[in-house]
Structures are given as structure tokens and as C-alpha cells.
Nanobody, 121 residues
Framework: QVQLVESGGGLVQPGGSLRLSCAAS????????MGWYRQAPGKERELVAR???????NYADSVKGRFTISRDNAKNTVDLQMNSLKPEDTAVYYC???????????????WGRGTQVTVSS
């Protein structure tokens, strides 16, 4: 089993910054991608940013130029630096990874419990 633990959420004013961190632990042989999703009240969960093991990234259009995802492959951690935050960024942010346990041939999706980000004055 793989566990993901997020940290770094909170309340911030519009225009402010927050940094989210996520650490994966447990039975991990390999992680091919890690990322962040978010879900606002009454809306579906959406991809915010994702980073593959080779370092390539992709971002939702709504966060391009404001958010930066980074990853430490050796530590199985992923961070999301969020700048110029807007009220519409308010949501629960979930860490996600696609990992292969030892002695398995398949990759499985794992999720953290989520951390609340609120952007408000």
C-alpha cells in the first residue's frame, strides 16, 4: 500500500502565495507521475498540475504562469508552489501519484486525503 500525506494548505489573501507538499511512502517500486488535483464545492475534481519522472510537466490553463510543480524522485515528494492566488483557486487540493508496488507489473493510482486552500480577503 502507498500513502500520500499533504501539507501546506491554509488561508491566504488574493495575490498571495502558498506552497503545498506531498510525500509518498509505503510499498513503492516506482512512481511514474505525481500531481495535484483540486475540487471546489459543487464542482468536479480537476487536474492542476502533473510531473512525470523525467521532469516533464503539464498544467491546467487556469494556473499556467502562476503555479509551479516540482518533484524529488529520490524522496518521492512533490511540491506545488502557488503564486498570485485568486479566489477561484479556493478548493481542496489532492496529491496524486501513479505507482508500482514491488513485484507488481501494473501501476495504480493513489490519493492523499486533501488539504484546504482558501483564497479570501
Amino acid at each position: 500500500q502507498v500513502q500520500l500525506v499533504e501539507s501546506g494548505g491554509g488561508l491566504v489573501q488574493p495575490g498571495g502565495s502558498l506552497r503545498l507538499s506531498c510525500a509518498a511512502s509505503g510499498s513503492i517500486f516506482n512512481i511514474n507521475f505525481m500531481g495535484w488535483y483540486r475540487q471546489a464545492p459543487g464542482k468536479e475534481r480537476e487536474l492542476v498540475a502533473r510531473i512525470i519522472s523525467d521532469g516533464s510537466t503539464n498544467y491546467a490553463d487556469s494556473v499556467k504562469g502562476r503555479f509551479t510543480i516540482s518533484r524529488d524522485n529520490a524522496k518521492n515528494t512533490v511540491d506545488l508552489q502557488m503564486n498570485s492566488l485568486k479566489p477561484e483557486d479556493t478548493a481542496v487540493y489532492y496529491c496524486n501519484c501513479n505507482a508500482r508496488p514491488p513485484y507488481h507489473s501494473k501501476y495504480y493510482a493513489y490519493w492523499g486525503r486533501g488539504t484546504q486552500v482558501t483564497v479570501s480577503s
